[in-house]
């Protein structure tokens, strides 16, 4: 059993920067993946980084504004986002798809296989 928890999310003006944490029980032995769900919308791929951290992937809204990167040592992946937009007000998930292989990122969310609560991330206008 994989336990992965969030955190890091808070309240931040339009503009503003954000770094989201995610805490995995366990070696990140495993690709990681973030996504948000916006109030009354579907939720969606953020960003994901591979096994060997060499391979990262980001929704096109993301490219330039926010970077995920993990420390092994630490078993924690971040997400650093910048450039913060109202329309991004969302709850962030941190997931672990276990059956990557070292360097595969997926976008898709079956493909992972837990999930934590989520952490709240407000952009206000």
């Known amino acids: 059993q994989v336990q992965v928890v969030e955190s890091g999310g808070g309240l931040v003006a339009a503009g503003g920067s954000l770094r989201l944490s995610c805490s995995v029980s366990g070696p990140l032995g495993y690709a990681m993946g973030w996504f948000r769900q916006a109030p009354g919308k579907e939720r969606e791929f953020v960003a994901a980084?591979?096994?060997?951290?060499?391979?990262?992937a980001y929704t096109d809204s993301a490219k330039g504004r926010f970077t995920i990167s993990k420390d092994n040592a630490k078993n924690t992946v971040y997400l650093q986002m910048n450039s913060l937009k109202p329309e991004e007000t969302a709850l962030y998930y941190c997931a672990a798809d276990l059956t990557a292989s070292y360097s595969r990122v997926s976008r898709a969310q079956s493909e992972y296989d837990y999930w934590g609560q989520g952490t709240q991330v407000t952009v206000s206008s």
């Open positions: 980084i591979s096994w060997s951290g060499s391979v990262t």
